[in-house]
């Protein structure tokens, strides 16, 4: 049974810093990529950064410098640390692992930014 379970996320303010995990249990297929996403509210689904098999990293403009994607092999579990945040940033954010095979999706952890 595929399981992606993220945790992590919750209120924080301004400026202030979180880490979400997910942690990664049976995928039939070999992962080619770990990432994560975001859905801010009345938004679409958007791609934060990816983390690939090799350790190649990709981010979106608004995460560089402020998030850190990074994986560990042993543990499975891909982690996305944010720093510096912001109002824009509160959103639900998904796990997502990429295979040649098929794409899964975590339920998703809300973080929000307020003040």
């Known amino acids: 049974q595929v399981r992606l379970v993220e945790s992590g996320g919750g209120l924080v303010q301004p400026g202030g810093s979180l880490r979400l995990s997910c942690a990664v249990s049976?995928?039939?297929?070999?992962?080619?990529?770990m990432g994560w996403f975001r859905q801010p509210p009345g938004k679409e689904r958007e791609l934060v950064a990816l983390?690939?098999?090799?350790?190649?990293?990709n981010y979106r403009d608004f995460a560089k410098d402020r998030f850190t994607i990074s994986r560990d092999n042993a543990k499975n579990t891909v982690y996305l640390q944010m720093n510096s945040l912001k109002f824009e940033d509160t959103a639900v954010y998904y796990c997502?692992?990429?295979?040649?095979?098929?794409?899964?999706w975590g339920r998703g952890t809300q973080v929000t930014v307020s003040s």
């Open positions: 049976g995928i039939p297929f070999s992962i080619d990529a």
């Open positions: 983390i690939t098999s090799g350790g190649s990293t």
């Open positions: 997502n692992i990429q295979t040649a095979r098929a794409n899964y």
